[in-house]
C-alpha cells in the first residue's frame, strides 16, 4: 500500500481525511500542521483563509483512480493556460511555467 497526495477542491474535502502537508494560508502562515485529520469545523473556517484546495493524504491509490486524478489535472492545466498559444515561442516564461507545472502535478504519485 502506498501513500500519496491528492489535492482537492475544498468541497470535495470530507471531515476525517488528513493533510498530507502543512496548510498555509495566503501570507504564508501555518494554518495546519501536516498529518491533522480535518474535522467539520475546520473545513467551515477555510473559506476564510482563502483556501480552496487542500493536499489531502490518499492511501492505497488504484492505477485507476491515478489515472482519473491525472486527466483531472490536465484538465485544470489545460484551463490554466486556456489563453497562451503553445506554439508562440517568444513566450517562452509562460511555456516554461506550464512545463514545470505538469512535470510537478502529473508526477506527484511518485513515492518519497
Known amino acids: 500500500m502506498t501513500a500519496s497526495t491528492e489535492h482537492l477542491m ?7 481525511m488528513v493533510l498530507a502537508e502543512e496548510l ?44 482519473l486524478n491525472r486527466e483531472q489535472h490536465k484538465k485544470r492545466i489545460a484551463h490554466l493556460f486556456r489563453k497562451q498559444d503553445p506554439d508562440n515561442e517568444a513566450d517562452w516564461p509562460t511555456l ?12 506527484e504519485e511518485r513515492v518519497e
Open 10 to 16: 475544498l468541497e470535495q474535502v470530507q471531515p476525517g
Open 24 to 67: 498555509l494560508d495566503v501570507q504564508g502562515h501555518v494554518l495546519l500542521p501536516q498529518g491533522t485529520a480535518l474535522t467539520a469545523a475546520m473545513l467551515a473556517l477555510m473559506p476564510r483563509h482563502g483556501i480552496e484546495i487542500l493536499p489531502i493524504l490518499v492511501s492505497g491509490v488504484s492505477e485507476q483512480e491515478l489515472a
Open 96 to 107: 516554461l511555467l506550464r512545463s514545470h507545472i505538469e512535470d510537478f502535478r502529473l508526477n
